[in-house]
C-alpha cells in the first residue's frame, strides 16, 4: 500500500484517469474517423478495466455494507459501456445510432459522478471545507457542496445527451436510408 491506496486500486486510479481523458477526445473527434475510433476504444477499455476493478475495491464506509452502492453502479457502468461497445458498428440501425452515445456519455456521467466522490473523500481540506459548509452534515455524502457539484456534472451530461440525440435525429432525416433503419 501506498498513501493507503492498494496496488488494485491505483490500477484502477491509472485506467480511471485514461478514461476520464479519452472519453472527451472521443466525444469531439469527428465521428467514424480512426482516430475517433481508437479514442472510443480507449475509453472502452479503460471504463471496462476501471469498472472490473472497481468492484473489488473496499473501502470502510460508514452505514454501507461491504459491497455497496458504488459495486452496484460499476456493474450497471459495465453493462453500458458493454452497449455502447455492441452497439458502436451498428449505427445505421436506429437502436445502434441512439443507443451507442447516449450509453457512452451516461457511462462518462457515471465516472465524472465516481471521480467528483473520490475528489471529495480524498482531498483533506476539500472534505472539511464541504462538512463544515452544510449544518448538521456529519459526512462529506450529506454536504451541499458535493450534492452541487453532482447536480452540475448531472446537467453538463444532460445537455451533452440532448445535443448528440439531436445530432443523430439530424443525420437520420438528412440520409433516407438511415432513416427506415
Do not use: D
Given at each position: ?45 479503460s471504463?471496462?478495466i ?105 446537467l ?8 448528440f ?17
Amino acid at each position: 500500500m501506498v498513501f493507503g491506496i492498494s496496488i488494485l486500486g491505483w490500477l484502477h486510479s491509472l485506467v480511471c484517469t485514461v478514461a476520464l481523458v479519452a472519453g472527451p477526445v472521443a466525444l469531439v473527434m469527428t465521428k467514424g474517423t480512426g482516430l475517433h475510433k481508437k479514442a472510443g476504444y480507449v475509453y472502452g477499455v479503460s471504463m471496462l478495466i476501471g469498472c472490473a476493478t472497481a468492484l473489488g475495491l473496499y473501502a470502510p464506509i460508514p452505514g454501507l455494507p461491504t459491497f455497496n452502492r458504488f459495486h452496484w453502479m460499476s456493474i450497471a457502468t459495465l453493462v453500458m459501456v458493454a452497449f455502447a461497445i455492441w452497439a458502436a458498428p451498428r449505427q445505421r440501425e436506429r437502436l445502434g445510432a441512439y443507443g451507442h452515445p447516449m450509453a457512452m456519455i451516461a457511462s462518462y456521467y457515471m465516472l465524472l459522478g465516481a471521480t467528483i466522490n473520490e475528489a471529495f473523500a480524498r482531498i483533506e481540506p476539500l472534505r472539511t471545507y464541504a462538512i463544515a459548509s452544510t449544518p448538521g452534515a456529519q459526512t462529506v455524502l450529506q454536504s451541499r457542496l458535493l450534492n452541487m457539484a453532482q447536480g452540475i456534472g448531472m446537467l453538463i451530461m444532460v445537455i451533452v445527451a440532448v445535443y448528440f440525440a439531436a445530432k443523430v435525429a439530424r443525420t437520420r432525416r438528412r440520409t433516407p436510408a438511415l432513416a427506415t433503419a
